[in-house]
Structure formats: C-alpha cells, structure tokens
C-alpha cells in the first residue's frame, strides 16, 4: 500500500511570533521554521504502517518555498521513502494546497493520504477536507487512533462526548489529533541517509493548478495585552464591577 | 516539467550559518540534536542539579536515538560521522544540560573515542556496541590524588603482570562517570622507574574483582554529573584488556588531551549561549524605571559584549574541532595541533567566565537565587578551567610550542 503524507514548513513552536512592523502578517525572516507538529505525527503513523509492514511506500509531499526541502528531508530521516516538493512562492491558502494535493493525489495513486489536522501558523483545519471534497474521498478527521482492515480504515477521533471509530473504505484521507502517536527523534544515521532518498521538484503551474489567493489580508496585528487583574474584597464589589465596569451582567 | 532528484538545490544558510563555517549538514546536526536536548535533557536539569541525581534511562535514551559513538563507523554501533559532528552535539546538549553534557562527553570522547582510537579488533567489537547503545556507561580515570597536573610523573597506581592478568593497586580522583560507569580507561604504572614510558593504558569493567567506588563527589557545578574517586585493590584485569602495547600508554594520553580538550570547548560555547539567551529574555521583560532595563544603554554594552565574546568563542572552538578531525591515530600530544586545542579550550573557559559573570549580573538578585537557571550555569565556570589541563598547563603548552627551538 502507498501512503502519501503532506507536511507544511512553519514557524516552530518554540518562537515567540511578531508580528510584521507593517501589520502585513507574521515576521518569518530570520526565525527558526520546522515541520509542522501535526504533520510530524502524520509522518510518524505512515512510519509504523511501513514497519508493521502495512504500507509498502510512503511519498511525503509539501507545497511551498525552496526551503520546504528541509521539511522534507526531515520526514525522509523519520522514514519516509521519497519526498516531491511543489515550488511556489507568495502566502498560499488551504485551497490552492487542496487542490496541488489532489493533483498529486492523481499522479500517485496512493491508497491513503495522511495529513496534519491543522497547521500551527494558521490553524485553519482545512486543508483535509478540502482535499477530500476535491477528490471525492472519504474522510477521517482527527484521528486518535488508526487500524488497517482489508480495504477499509478504522478510525478512532475524539469528540465531544467521548470518542467515536469511523469505517472508511480506502483510499481515504486521515488528518492527525495530537494524540494518534509520540512521533520519533530521527537518529543521526538516518538523517544523513535522508539526503540521499530522492526529491522530486514540480511548479504549480506542471500541475495545473492555479494558485492565487482567493482572500485578501487586510489587517494582521498582536492579540491585546492581557490586564492585570484586581482583587475585591467580597461578593457585593464583584457584581457591582460586572455589573458597572466589565457590563456582562 | 522541471524534474531534478536526489540532486535538489541546496538551499543556502543563514548569514550566521555562513559566518560560522557550518555546512547545511552540519547545521541540521546542530538543531537536531538541540531539538532532542530541549525536549530530554532540559527536563532533568533541575532536578540533577538539586539533588545531584543522576537519570538512570537518560544514556539509554540517548543512545537509541543515535546520539553515541558518532565518529565511530556504522559497523560497531556509531554514526560514522566525524569528531566535528560530536562537537556540534555536545554544543547542543550543553545548552540545555549541561550536567549530563560533561557525562556524555567523558562517555562518547574519552572512553568510547579512546578505544575505538587506539584498541584492537577484538576489544573493538567487545566493547563499542554496548557503549554505542548507552547500554554501557563509559569513564576514564588518569588523575589520582597526589597526580594532577602533573599526571604522568606522579602517577602511583601500579599494574604488575600475574600470569595472564594484570593486578592493579592505587586509586584515580574526579572521575567523571566514576560512581556509574560499566567500562573504564584507567592509565596505570606498569613500570614505576620509567617515568611516563612506563604508563600503560587498560579497559577495567567494573565487576573486576578488586575495583571499587571509594566515594561519590558533590560539586558546586554540572552537579548530577557523576564524579567519584575510584579505588584498585588487587584489581585483577585480564591481559586481552591492555590497550596498545606495554608502556605505550602515553601516547594514547596525549593524543586523547589533543581530543579531549578540542572536545570540550564546545561545553563552554553551548553554556554560553544559553547564558545570552537568557539574559537576553530577562532584560526584555524586566522593568525598571518605567521600561524594561534593556533599553538602558549600560546593559545594552554588555550585550554587545556578550554577543562578540560568544561569536569568538564559536569561531575558535570550531576552528581547533576542524583542526582536531583528521588528528591521525596515535598523532598529537606535541606540535601545531597541541598549541591549539591548549588554547581553544583556555579561551573557551575563560571567555565563558565573563560570559557568565555578566549574564548574572544582568539577571540581579533573581540571579543570585541557586534555583534559577543562570545560576546553574554561573556554577558551571571553573570546572572547564582546571579539567582537561588547568589554564595554567594550558599556557605552558602553548609558549612550549611557540618557543621550542
């Protein structure tokens, strides 16, 4: 079985965001970027389905600047097989990456894609679904727990009331909750070794897709500061100030 | 369709990258194994600290994830990387704890390095494995209580043949790893008129009849980090575990020092950092005045400061690590070489000092408070002045060299 897996290069979780001086979007220049959490863990699962001998090819795929190599080349010391990269340049939304993943979708053929839940830049939590609408697929989401059963996937997520195990018919697109698995720390060997696995490298335009955005930024600026709280000295001055200062009563 | 494989575009570093020499390889080395660092090793700084604990699993962990035995090929257990590259892990490691940083380095540098350096076929592959896996915990032990500096010449641990043993007798002080190793390199006198031609090097294991941990050291610094004195008492150490030959052991002290002392600079560089890092964080957030105390043009020059002491001690310390890669075995112990890793680690040591000492003063009377982090790493100062050749011997190597005729 091929499992194709996307990963995204984003800001690590690690660094404490600005926001650009201009209010155009976040400050990337010069800060430390990795894979996406989620992804990781997407990766992660494809690895085991290849060591328990379920998959037989994982293809990691990432759509983005030159850069997005390193991503990829970090998935391939975790244990992916190959990696292919869609170079674009300019922000790019959940649907253009939807619509890129179908298109490799087309061209690999894999029986399942496994994808991050949400990025940890954006968060949009779409790009999943997108994919699966796009290539009328069924889907998965947040997936806690995954077993492989003769043409079909069992797929644990959590909701609300507790956790419900969904019965896809494969190919099917899965996307990660955190706590599918713990992913591994490449050890070094297999970092070298990944420079070595091959990376394809495609143009939006080799796909056909059309990758412009569809929204327009207007604003992007820092969440407000929180302030400081206050003590009262009993019930009465509480409500008087939800009532009179806070206005929520 | 524009289609290149494995032969992708190498995507250029930062300009810091550039400036440091790091090669994209190396740089991933760098972050990966920070990555590793902060998520492991971080967490059981504190803790090693306080109660000079010691994380049993640590090594285990460590070396599953491939963190051992780096320069040492594939074939007994290693990464098959170079010096360098163990280098750069230690740098990341000592980052964030630095405690352990110490054991793995006198694990990874002067045990497991050292055997793989100078041993035969045989005790290779007897040894390397388990110290590859960190199954095994590695030590040396040269230093003894009257032999510091001058380890050689007052060396009186003794090693006297017995048939197909040798028997060991003396004790060996500030040994790091001493209270938890399973393998040690322990250099003893096989032939006490010959002066340092009569040094012979061997592999003890630690269940050899007639060896013992005398006593556990507490510390001021890299407490958690394991330091002991050792004793041999009638020790006996089979023959097959003498390293290299009969009175040849010097050499294979000096050519490790070359190493020891190019490896342990990075220790310096990584404290350093992380110093920087969070007086950098403090002085941002700290307010007085009115305004947080990093816009104060007094604590603004010590950042300046800081920063190019820390980018001289990066540059030196990779420099002598690139020197010390190909370093031939049995090479070292005199020459260009010697001078130069003397002084990398000397600079190192120092410039960490004032690092340090202004990291603390940055940081005020939270500082001061033994719980915080920049305590932690103020305490680590001196030890990397005195270990590995005192800054004194240090400077006597190096006019050595520059002055012989």
């Known amino acids: 079985m091929k499992v194709m897996v996307s990963v995204k290069r984003v800001v690590d979780f690690t660094v404490k965001v600005r926001v650009k001086a201009d209010g155009t979007g976040v400050d990337t220049a010069n800060v430390k970027m990795s894979m996406n959490p989620f992804d990781e863990i997407a990766v992660e699962e494809a690895v085991r389905f290849k060591e328990r001998g379920i998959a037989t090819e994982i293809v990691v795929v990432s759509c983005g600047p030159p850069q997005c190599q390193e991503t990829l080349r970090a998935a391939m010391a975790i244990g992916a097989d190959r990696g292919v990269l869609v170079e674009t340049c300019g922000e790019l939304e959940p649907l253009a990456v939807a619509k890129l993943l179908k298109a490799l979708f087309d061209k690999e053929q894999p029986r399942l894609v496994i994808l991050g839940k949400q990025a940890i830049d954006d968060d949009c939590n779409q790009t999943g679904q997108m994919l699966a609408a796009l290539a009328t697929l069924p889907q998965a989401t947040f997936a806690s727990k995954v077993e492989m059963a003769d043409g079909f996937a069992l797929v644990t997520r959590e909701v609300d009331g507790g956790s419900e195990t969904l019965k896809v018919r494969l190919p099917a697109i899965i996307t990660t909750d955190l706590r599918l698995n713990e992913p591994r720390y490449p050890s070094l060997p297999n970092i070298m070794k990944a420079k070595k696995k091959p990376l394809e490298i495609l143009k939006a335009a080799d796909l056909g897709v059309d990758v412009a955005p569809r929204l327009k930024i207007l604003k992007v600026s820092e969440p407000p500061q929180r302030r400081n709280g206050v003590k009262v000295p009993d019930v009465a001055s509480l409500i008087a100030k939800l009532k009179n200062e806070a206005k929520v009563i | ?405």
């Not at chain 2, 594939?74 to 000592?94: I, N």
């Not at chain 2, 002085?283 to 800081?306: E, H, L, N, S, V």
Request: proline share 3%; net charge neutral; aromatic share 8%.
């Open chain 2, 1 to 405: 369709v524009s289609n290149s494989l494995s032969s992708a575009p190498v995507v250029p570093g930062s300009a810091a990258q550039r400036f440091a020499g790091l090669s994209n390889d190396e740089q991933e080395i760098l972050d990966q194994a920070d990555r590793f660092a902060r998520r492991e090793l971080f967490p059981l700084s504190q803790r090693m600290d306080d109660e000079e604990w010691w994380p049993e699993d640590a090594f285990g962990k460590i070396g599953e994830t491939g963190y051992f035995g780096i320069p040492v090929p594939e074939a007994y257990g290693g990464a098959g990387l170079d010096l360098f590259a163990s280098g750069l892990v230690l740098q990341a490691f000592s980052r964030w704890n630095h405690a352990l940083a110490l054991s793995w380095v006198a694990h990874e540098n002067l045990c497991l390095y050292n055997i793989y350096r100078n041993c035969n076929e045989e005790q290779r592959r007897r040894y390397l494995p388990g110290l590859c896996s960190g199954k095994a915990v590695g030590a040396l032990g040269l230093t003894e209580a009257g032999a510091g500096s001058d380890a050689l010449g007052s060396m009186r641990t003794t090693a006297t043949r017995d048939g197909d043993h040798y028997v060991l007798n003396g004790s060996k002080l500030y040994i790091t790893n001493g209270p938890v190793a399973d393998v040690l390199l322990i250099y003893a006198k096989t032939h006490r008129d010959k002066g340092a031609q009569g040094i012979s090097a061997f592999i003890v294991e630690k269940q050899f009849p007639g060896f013992k941990v005398a006593q556990k050291l507490t510390k001021m610094g890299f407490r958690g980090s394991q330091t002991a004195e050792l004793v041999f008492d009638n020790c006996r150490v089979p023959a097959a575990n003498l390293v290299g030959q009969e009175d040849r052991g010097v050499q294979v002290v000096m050519s490790g020092l070359d190493l020891e002392r190019a490896m342990i600079a990075p220790i310096c560089l990584g404290i350093s950092e992380r110093a920087l890092e969070l007086a950098l964080d403090y002085a941002r957030t700290r307010r007085q005045f009115g305004k947080p105390i990093a816009d104060f043009q007094m604590i603004r020059a010590k950042f300046a400061d800081m920063y190019v002491w820390v980018e001289s001690m990066r540059l030196f310390t990779y420099q002598a690590l690139r020197a010390a890669n190909d370093l031939e075995i049995g090479g070292g112990g005199r020459g260009e070489i010697h001078k130069i890793t003397a002084a990398s680690v000397m600079f190192a040591a120092d410039t960490m000092n004032k690092v340090l000492n202004e990291a603390v003063q940055i940081h005020g009377g939270s500082g001061y408070i033994w719980e915080a982090e920049v305590n932690r790493l103020f305490r680590a100062i001196k030890l990397l002045e005195i270990g590995a050749g005192t800054t004194e011997i240090r400077k006597i190597i190096i006019s050595d060299e520059m002055l012989r005729a």
